[in-house]
């Protein structure tokens, strides 16, 4: 069973930088190797809905973002340590969340497409 386990969080002050990183171990039940996957990032705030944040399609590192992050967030990935990172830059306050990792078939950021998700971090911003 693929596990994917994050880290990373933290509390920075308002305009500061974090570096999230999500790593995969096991093997996905479907047989297919992790570069078939698309790893993506979503985040819950309290009292709101998870959104999703950005993707990365393992096949071809082809990457998403959601538009309140572009410019801000950039995520990459190294194959060889199975990791997935998510540098957020620019921080504020509405980005305080839960971040999770999870790994599925789509870059649509639909939460249902998801079948592996990581427990999450915690990300505070203090203004």
């Known amino acids: 069973q693929l596990q994917l386990v994050e880290s990373g969080g933290g509390e920075v002050q308002f305009g500061g930088s974090l570096r999230l990183s999500c790593a995969a171990s096991?093997?996905?039940?479907?047989?297919?190797?992790?570069?078939?996957?698309?790893f993506c990032w979503f985040r819950q705030a309290p009292g709101k809905e998870r959104e999703g944040v950005s993707c990365i399609k393992s096949s071809d590192d082809s990457t998403y973002y959601a538009e309140f992050v572009k410019g801000r967030f950039t995520i990459s990935r190294d194959n060889a340590k199975k990791t997935v990172y998510l540098q957020m830059n620019s921080l504020g306050p509405e980005d305080s969340a839960i971040y999770y990792c999870a790994a599925g078939w789509s870059s649509t950021m639909l939460e249902p497409l998801y079948e592996y998700w990581g427990q999450g971090t915690q990300v505070t911003v203090s203004s």
């Open positions: 096991g093997f996905p039940a479907s047989g297919f190797p992790l570069n078939y996957y698309v």
